[in-house]
């Protein structure tokens, strides 16, 4: 199956910094996900990408569909400590599921 | 409140002995799926429905069982656990079609000794 590698694998910043996160594929996707995962939860669903070239935000997050189809970026403008979590990069495989990447994680250094 | 519920959320239970994971979802949902999450592999799907009765695997279906007797609920069943099913469950549910946000449930802490 498809397999989406995520970059990097783990983040360790200050808090007001700026994060920049990336998801690669091996295939083309037709639609990029970003979700969040905090402790002890399940992943929520940040933004959504249908169509390529697409910069999409919501609040603090930015996330872009690359042109080629095959890689995506999130960015978290002025972190703060609720950001903290793990940020997983999804793309659908088929008509009904989702391919997952192994996750950034994120920490913050009050 | 719209969610996905699943129990228990915490399990240790020993190699051999059957066990069954529930979830359920009150939004209408057609589209239901189980994923188990391991340190550095990310979400893995096990099993998924389209719709009521109609199952299909996954990428990491063995050792797992499911039903969809009901719209609303979706259990995974081990029937003879093993160390190596040792992970973070989650159950998920949406609409399905071009409408990939799904809601994942809590998680379950599964623990087989």
């Known amino acids: 199956g498809q397999q989406l590698n995520q970059s990097p694998q783990s983040m360790f910043i200050q808090e007001g910094e700026d994060v920049s996160m990336n998801c690669t594929s091996s295939?083309?996707?037709?639609?990029w996900l970003w979700y969040k995962q905090e402790p002890g939860e399940g992943p929520v669903l940040l933004i959504a990408?249908?169509?390529?070239?697409e910069l999409t935000s919501n609040g603090r997050l930015t996330a872009q569909f690359g042109i080629t189809r095959k890689d995506s970026f999130l960015n978290i403008s002025a972190s703060i400590p609720s950001d903290v979590g793990i940020y997983f990069c999804?793309?659908?495989?088929?008509?009904?599921?989702?391919?997952f990447g192994q996750g950034t994680r994120l920490t913050i250094n009050p | 409140e719209a969610q996905v519920t699943q129990n228990p959320r915490y399990l240790i239970t020993v190699t051999g002995k059957k066990l069954t994971v529930t979830c359920s979802q009150n939004?209408?949902?057609?589209?239901m799926s189980w994923y188990r999450q391991d340190p550095g592999l990310g979400l893995r799907q096990i099993y998924y429905?389209?719709?009521?009765?109609?199952?299909d695997k996954g990428d990491v279906p063995e050792g797992y069982k499911v039903s969809r007797k009901e719209k609303r609920n979706f259990p995974l069943i081990l029937e003879s656990p093993s160390p190596n099913q040792t992970s973070l469950y989650f159950c998920a549910s949406g609409f399905g079609g071009r409408s990939y946000g799904y809601t994942f449930g809590s998680g379950t802490r599964l623990t087989v000794v």
């Open positions: 295939s083309i996707f037709n639609t």
């Open positions: 429905s389209m719709n009521v009765e109609v199952t």
């Open positions: 999804a793309g659908p495989e088929g008509a009904q599921k989702l391919v």
């Open positions: 939004m209408n949902h057609e589209y």
């Open positions: 990408l249908y169509k390529a070239g």
